[in-house]
């Protein structure tokens, strides 16, 4: 279960002196979250959605990474999405944390019962008000995904049958992710 930390004032900067200790520490307006590491149903999908996304996204010079990764979209905001893509001209060798958030094409968060209601609430307001393209929100145990954008707008609630689509550049071909093979045998 994430669990709030007494409420002090961090920096992301203070992050860096957090141990390596195998849990998420992540900052959102000051206040520090901890979470354990993912179960396996949780890297399974993330491993998929990876798979996926990787050889669509290199050709289009797009850059996807998976956690850990740090995202800095303020000295007292810094968070570790599951899955990142940005535009790779951003990418720089031995880098480990992107600034602006703005940057990002997507952040993809796959609930857990202990960051659900950080994934659907600080986060989505966050990504979605730095002005991150798209923010997918995976729910394993409803087999959804639901896609926001910039202002907090849901485009679209995905479900089995159904065909998710990512289309990060303007006229190239979209990416068409086929739902019930994406959370097949996930649990």
């Known amino acids: 279960m994430a669990m709030r930390a007494p409420k002090v004032p961090r920096t992301a900067d203070d992050l860096d002196a957090l141990p390596a200790d195998g849990k998420r520490y992540e900052l959102i307006d000051g206040e520090l979250f901890v979470s354990a590491a993912p179960a396996v149903a949780h890297q399974r999908m993330l491993l998929r959605l990876a798979m996926q996304l990787f ?9 996807v990474a998976v956690a850990p990764v740090d995202v800095r979209a303020s000295i007292v905001t810094q968070v570790e999405p599951d899955l990142l893509a940005l535009p790779r001209r951003h990418v720089e060798r031995g880098r480990t944390r992107w600034e602006p958030m703005s940057l990002l094409l997507l952040a993809v968060e796959i609930l857990s019962p202990s960051t659900a209601a950080v994934d659907r609430g600080q986060k989505r307001q966050l990504y979605t008000s730095a002005g991150v393209d798209q923010y997918w929100i995976v729910d394993l145990d409803a087999c959804t995904v639901e896609v926001w954008r910039p202002g907090s707008t849901l485009v679209h609630v995905y479900t089995v049958g159904d065909a ?20 097949e045998d996930v649990q």
Do not use: C, K, N, S
């Open 164 to 183: 998710l689509r990512w289309q990060p550049v303007a006229g190239a071909e979209a990416l068409e992710i086929d739902m019930a093979a994406l959370f």
């Open 55 to 63: 050889p669509f996204a290199e050709p289009l010079g797009i850059e």
